[in-house]
C-alpha cells in the first residue's frame, strides 16, 4: 500500500498523507493546476461591454462582451507595453488597449495600430474559449486550439424551464483543494455549522462511495429525518422524510451535489434540488468560490430563493472561513513536510484527491503525447 | 582578538560585529532561538476556557485552561485537516477541533474521533510544559519529554505576600536580541527617553559587567541622586539618595532589574524595585515585550500603580519604537554583512551577547549528546 | 540584427524584447541603476533642519540642511546600532542620532560620542555629494569621492531671472524606465490622456529622432494647429500656431522638454516652455516622480501657474497610474521571459533604451578600470 493509503478497515484512522509534498498519489499542495478543464469564470450576469479582470489558475484574464453580446476571454496583458487590457475599452467586437489604443478581436489577434494603421500578425494575445451556459460563464484553460467540448456539463437544471435557481459568490483566500475535500466530508457539519444545518445524523453518516474511471461520487441516504419545519409545511410534507444525497465530482471545476427529499410514509412528489459548488482557483492561495442551487419545486416562489441564498450563504461562509484559517496557518508554518492524517470519514475526500491525482498525470501525459 | 571583541581600553570604539553573519562570538539574528528554555507564554489573566492563539519562537501555539483550571498548551494545528485548535472550543480537560470536532487532552493525545468513536494514536499535536508563576506562564520551548525546571527564575516578588505588581505587554515587531541590548544600555536613556527619564548621571554611568558562567550582570551605582519629586515626598526621603541598579540575565527569556534606593544620609528603610523584561521571541521580526515591576513599599496605594505603569509604559514604548524602526530599516536594506560599531558603553550588551551565543552552542552540543 | 532591434521599416511592428532578461541591448528591469548621476533628491523646500528620510536607487538617505542652510545627505543607518539618523536631530552642522546621542557632521565623519566624549574614525556613515540647483537638490548616487560635476545640466530656466516655474511631484509604485519611455511617446496621449490632452496629431506624430553618443533627442514639428483658447487669448495668439516640441534625456535622471510655439502667421514673439521630468528610482518597483515646468512668458502671472499645475497633476497623474497598473501586473504574473512586441512609434523610446544600456556598460567599464 501506497504510504499516502487510506485502510480498507473502516472506522480506523491509519494513514498520513503529505499537504505539499510531490508525487503523493493524492492531489495537493505541490499539484499542478488541472488546465485542460472549463472552469467557471464568472456568472454571465456579471459579464458586459464593461471588461472584467479576474485570475484564474494564477493566469491575469480580461473579460468582456462584444456589441453582439458574445463573451470573449484574452490574456489581460497588451503584448504592446504589458498594459491590462482590461483597462481599455470595448469597441464593436474589439477591446482596444487604453495606453496606445491597439485593438484585438475575440480571437486575440490585432485588429488595428492606431499609429501606423496596420495589424500585423505578431501583435497578439492568447486568447481563451468561453461557454456560456444559463448563468455560467465556462472558460477553457488548456490548449486554447483544443477545448474538449466533452468535457462540458451538460446542467439542463439551470438552463431549461421548470426550475429556478439562486447563485452566489465568494472569494476564498484558500487553495482550491480543501473546498473540495470539505464538501465531500459530511461529518463536519455539526462541528462547523451548528445544530442548524449540522443535524445529529452527519456526524456518523458513513456515505457510499463509488468511483467510475475519476468520477468520484458519494451517496448517503437518510430515511424518516426531520425536515426544517418551515420548508416542511410549505412541501406539504405532513412527516417526517426520507432523503438522498449525492454527490459527484465530473471535474476539478466542479461539485455537483444532488439531494432528492421524499415523505418518508411514500406519499406526494420527490422534491428535487441540486447544489452545485464552482471552485475555480485563482491563485496557489485563493480560490473564487461560485456556488448555484437550482430546485424543482416552488419555483416561482421568492420567499424560497430568499431562503436558499440566506441557508448557502450562511454554511459556505462557515466554510470559506475554517479554510481560510487554515491556509493561513499552512502559509505561516511554511511547513511543506508537514503530514495530515487520515480517518475513516475522509474516504470520499480521499478518493476524490486520488482520482484529481490520476486526472492530472493523464492530461500531462496527453499534452506530452500531442507534443510529440 | 575575534572580530567581534570589544576592546578593552574603555572610551574607544573599536570593533564592528556581524548583525547577521553565522559564526559571530555574538548572538545575532542568524543565531537560532534559544528553545532549551521558559519563555513567558502569556500572563495568567489571560488564558481561560476560550482558547487563546500565540505565535512562540515561530511556532503556532493554543493555549487554554480546562474546566479544572490548569493552563495546556498544545501545538495549534489539528493533525487531521490542519484546522486551528484555537478555532475550537474546550471541554472539560479536552479540548475540540471545531472542524470535525476531534478531540484532544492537555498531553495532546487524541481522546476521541467523534465520526468513529474512537482515539487513535497517530491522532497526537505536541504539547508543551507549562507553569503558572503569579502573573506569568511559563512555556517550556525545548524537548517536551525533558523539561528542565531548574531553569526556571524562582521571584517571589511577584507571587509573595508584601509586594505589589504591576504589568504591561506591547507586540512588538523586531527582533529579541535588540530589546536584550537595548536594557543593558543605560546610554539611550537621555537621547530616548528625554530629560524625565534619562537624568544626566545615565549618559557617562559606566556600569561594573561582571560573567559568572552565562549570567552577566550589570551594576551601577549613583551617590547622592534626586528622585522624582512626586515620589520622593511619598517615600518620605527627606533628600537625594543613593541607588544601586543591578540589571541580570538568567536566561534568554529574562532581564531581571533591581534597584534599591535609600536616602543618602543613612535614614529610613531602603526602597526596593524589580523591574523584569521578559521578551519573548514570536518570529525572526516580532517580540511578545511582557514586563512587570514589583515594589516593597506603598504596596497597597493604587496611586503608586498607575505611576508605576505610566512610567513603563511610557519608556517602554518608546524602546519599542526604537527597536522596530531599526527593524524596519535592516530588513528594507536586506545587507545582512553590515557591520555595527561597538562602543565602550555597549560593554554590558556585548557581554550578553556573547553569554546568549554561548548558551546557544552549549545547548545545541547537549541536544547532540542525548540524541547520540 | 539583434533580437531586440527596431526594424528600419517604419509603420511595421517588428521585433520583441525581453523586459526582464539581461544582456539585451535595451536597458530592462535586469539593467542595474545607473549610479554615476545626479538625480534629484528632494525639492529645495522640503529639506529643513528637520531630517527628511528617503529611499534612492535603493538605498536610505537622510537628507538635511544644517544651521548654516548646507544641504547635507548621509545614508540613513547609525552605524552604532542601525538606527534611522531621520529619526535624530540637527544640532549646528551636525546630525545627532536619536538612540545614543552620536553626533555626524556633513561629511559623514563621527563628531562626538556622548558616553565617551570621543570621535573615533570608525564610526563613520557614507556622505553624498549634493548640488542645490534652483528648486532641485540634487544627489550623487557614485563613488562618493569623484563625483562628476560634468553631469550636471545646466537649467538657467530654473535659476535664471526672466523665467517664472511650478513643481510637482508624485510618489510611483513602478520602474523607472516606463516613465522615460512613456515621456518619449506621442502615440499614447489622445488613448491615455483623452481630448483634453491628446491632440489628433498626436496619434500620428512621427517625430524626428536623433542619437547624439549617449543622448537621444526626439523632435516634432506641428504646424497650424490649435492652441487651448483660454492660452491663446491670454498669449495674443490672433489664429493657430506652429509649435516645435524637443524631447532630450541628457542623464538617466532627466527627460527635458522644451517647446516653442509662434503664431503660424509669423507676428509676434515666440513662446518658450520648458518641461522637465525627473524620474529617481526609489526601489525596484518604485520611482519618486519629480516634475517642474519653467516657462518664458506672463512670468508673474498666477492664473497661468495654477493652469500649469493644473495641466500638470492631471496628465501625469494618468502616466503614473498606467505606469502602475503595468508594475502591478509585470509583478504578479512574475513572467521576466515574457517578450513586449514593438511598433513603429516606439522609435524614440527604443533608442533612448538602448542609450541607458550604453551608458551603464559604459560606467560599469569605467568603475572596473578605475579599480584596477
Ligand atoms: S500597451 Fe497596449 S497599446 Fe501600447
Ligand atoms: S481538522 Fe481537526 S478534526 Fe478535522
Ligand atoms: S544607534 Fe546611533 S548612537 Fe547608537
Redesign the interface.
Known amino acids: 500500500m501506497g504510504e499516502d493509503q487510506l485502510s480498507a478497515e473502516?472506522?480506523?484512522?491509519?494513514e498520513?498523507r503529505s499537504?505539499g509534498g510531490c508525487g503523493s498519489d493524492m492531489a495537493n499542495r505541490a499539484t499542478p493546476f488541472l488546465e485542460s478543464h472549463w472552469y467557471v469564470a464568472a456568472w454571465a450576469g456579471e459579464i458586459g461591454t464593461t471588461p472584467l479582470a479576474r485570475?484564474i489558475l494564477d493566469r491575469?484574464i480580461v473579460l468582456y462582451r462584444d456589441a453582439a453580446g458574445v463573451v470573449a476571454a484574452l490574456a489581460?496583458?497588451c503584448?504592446?507595453?504589458?498594459?491590462?487590457l482590461s483597462?481599455g475599452e470595448v469597441k464593436g467586437d474589439r477591446i482596444?488597449?487604453?495606453?496606445?489604443?491597439?485593438e484585438f478581436g475575440r480571437d486575440g489577434r490585432c485588429a488595428l495600430?492606431?499609429?501606423?494603421?496596420?495589424a500585423?500578425g505578431?501583435?497578439r494575445v492568447r486568447a481563451y474559449p468561453v461557454v456560456e451556459q444559463g448563468p455560467f460563464v465556462w472558460i477553457w484553460m488548456g490548449d486554447p486550439a483544443a477545448p474538449r467540448h466533452d468535457r462540458l456539463v451538460d446542467q439542463p437544471w439551470f438552463t431549461e424551464p421548470g426550475w429556478a435557481h439562486v447563485t452566489g459568490y465568494f472569494p476564498m483566500r484558500a487553495h482550491y483543494l480543501?473546498l473540495h475535500?470539505n464538501l465531500m466530508?459530511l461529518?463536519?457539519f455539526?462541528?462547523?455549522h451548528g445544530v442548524a444545518v449540522g443535524k445529529p445524523e452527519h456526524?456518523?453518516a458513513r456515505p457510499k462511495v463509488t468511483v467510475e474511471g475519476n468520477v468520484v461520487r458519494s451517496v448517503v441516504e437518510h430515511r424518516d429525518v426531520t425536515v426544517m419545519p418551515a420548508y416542511g409545511r410549505r412541501a406539504g410534507f405532513a412527516g417526517p422524510v426520507d432523503r438522498v444525497s449525492e454527490s459527484v465530482v465530473p471535474t476539478p471545476a466542479i461539485h455537483l451535489g444532488k439531494v432528492v427529499m421524499r415523505e418518508a410514509s411514500g406519499r406526494g412528489e420527490a422534491h428535487v434540488r441540486y447544489i452545485v459548488h464552482c471552485p475555480t482557483p485563482e491563485t496557489e492561495h485563493s480560490t473564487h468560490y461560485f456556488w448555484a442551487m437550482a430546485r424543482s419545486h416552488f419555483i416561482d416562489d421568492e420567499d424560497i430563493d430568499a431562503e436558499m441564498r440566506a441557508l448557502g450563504e450562511k454554511a459556505f461562509r462557515e466554510d470559506k472561513a475554517?479554510l481560510e484559517?487554515?491556509e493561513e496557518?499552512?502559509v505561516?508554518?511554511r511547513d511543506p513536510a508537514?503530514r495530515?492524517?487520515l480517518?475513516?470519514?475522509d474516504e470520499a475526500g480521499v478518493q476524490l484527491l486520488r482520482a484529481l491525482a490520476r486526472m492530472e498525470r493523464e492530461d500531462r501525459a496527453d499534452a506530452v503525447a500531442v507534443g510529440a
Chains 1, 2, 3 share one sequence.
Do not use: K, M, Q, W
Open positions: 473502516a472506522g480506523s484512522p491509519i498520513s499537504i485570475t491575469r489581460d496583458r503584448p504592446h507595453r504589458s498594459y491590462p483597462r482596444v488597449c487604453g495606453y496606445h489604443g491597439i495600430v492606431p499609429s501606423t494603421g496596420n500585423p505578431a501583435l480543501g475535500e466530508d461529518s463536519h455539526p462541528f462547523l456526524a456518523t475554517a484559517a487554515i496557518l499552512v505561516a508554518e508537514f495530515e492524517r480517518i475513516a470519514s
